[in-house]
């Protein structure tokens, strides 16, 4: 049973930075076609923000390119997104997911955790 449960979640102010963690189960992370990490700002819809590939080729939306990295730790079966120079815009609810049709932050994906809560202040 694939189980996904992020954590590393807060509240920092702009500028500052964070580190997301996804504790995967019932997979191992680098037999992944793809994983990824997406986001829910309130009142709107789901984005995906970035993706890391096989190879660890990632790609990232623009609106976080240059500012957030996504990394997997295969011996801990665990993906983290980086969050540097954080912005209001970006707090969310951010979410890992997996089972995605390719790899790219345009891409449907299948299975996604409970997600944890990104709160920037200006």
């Known amino acids: 049973q694939v189980q996904l449960v992020e954590s590393g979640g807060g509240s920092v102010q702009a500028g500052g930075s964070l580190r997301l963690s996804c504790a995967v189960s019932?997979?191992?992370?680098?037999?992944?076609?793809?994983m990824g990490w997406v986001r829910q700002a309130p009142g709107e819809e789901r984005e995906a923000v970035a993706v890391?590939?096989?190879?660890?080729?990632?790609k990232y939306a623009e609106s976080v390119e240059g500012r957030f990295t996504i990394s997997k730790e295969n011996a801990n079966n665990t993906l983290h997104l980086q969050m540097n120079n954080l912005k209001p815009e970006d707090t969310a609810k951010y979410y890992c997911?997996?089972?995605?049709?390719?790899?790219?932050?345009?891409?449907?994906?299948?299975?996604w955790g409970q997600g944890t809560l990104v709160t920037v202040s200006s």
């Open positions: 019932g997979f191992a992370l680098d037999d992944a076609y793809c």
């Open positions: 890391i590939d096989q190879t660890d080729t990632t």
């Open positions: 997911a997996t089972g995605w049709s390719y790899c790219s932050t345009y891409s449907r994906y299948e299975t």
